[in-house]
Each structure stands twice: as structure tokens, then as C-alpha cells.
Nanobody, 118 residues
Framework: QVQLVESGGGLVQAGGSLRLSCVPS????????MGWYRQAPGKQRESVAT???????NYADSVKGRFSISRDNAKNTVYLQMNSLEPEDAAVYYC????????????WGQGSQVTVSS
């Protein structure tokens, strides 16, 4: 069973930076859109950034200019570079990807806690 494995979350002071990574745990046949979502306590999960297989990014307005999404297609890995972090960015961040395993399906990571101290 393929899973998305995340790494890179943690505690950072406001204004600091973190980098999240996400990679499938096993062999896959391909990856289309990949992205990052987040969910803060008491709030709905929201899209943070997505990236197409061709590398075109999209960002939530709240993170534009501060976050950068990228991918390494050779490694089927997606990254989220988060700069100038604010307390409002604190949440559990989830990786998402549309992968070909047996067929095409959407997969989610286990979640990475990002805590931003003021």
C-alpha cells in the first residue's frame, strides 16, 4: 500500500522558515497534481499551494510571496518552502497527490504539525 510520507514540520518563531517534504513510500507509475493543505484547530482544511505535473504553481492568497511549492519529478517528491511564518500559519499540513499505483487515485500524507510562536 503506497502512502505519502511527510517530513519537516516543527516549531519555529514568527518570521522564521520551515521546509516540508513529501514522497510516496513505494513505487508508483506517475504523479499528476501535487499540493499542500492545512487544517488549524476548529477550522476546515484549506488549500495552501498546488503544483501541476508541468510545474505550474497556485497559491492561497494568504501565503503568496511567502511560501513556495516545488517538485522533483524524478523523485516524485513535492516540497513546500515556508518563509516569514506567522502565528496564523500554525496548523497541521497535509500533502496531497494524484498518483498512479494500480490506477489513478488521490493520496494524502499523515500530516505534519507546524507551530509558530509569536
Amino acid at each position: 500500500q503506497v502512502q505519502l510520507v511527510e517530513s519537516g514540520g516543527g516549531l519555529v518563531q514568527a518570521g522564521g522558515s520551515l521546509r516540508l517534504s513529501c514522497v510516496p513510500s513505494g513505487r508508483i507509475g506517475g504523479a499528476k497534481a501535487m499540493g499542500w493543505y492545512r487544517q488549524a484547530p476548529g477550522k476546515q482544511r484549506e488549500s495552501v499551494a498546488t503544483i501541476s505535473s508541468g510545474g505550474s504553481p497556485n497559491y492561497a492568497d494568504s501565503v503568496k510571496g511567502r511560501f513556495s511549492i516545488s517538485r522533483d519529478n524524478a523523485k516524485n517528491t513535492v516540497y513546500l518552502q515556508m518563509n516569514s511564518l506567522e502565528p496564523e500559519d500554525a496548523a497541521v499540513y497535509y500533502c496531497n497527490a494524484f498518483l498512479f499505483v494500480i490506477g489513478w487515485s488521490t493520496y494524502w500524507g499523515q500530516g505534519s504539525q507546524v507551530t509558530v510562536s509569536s
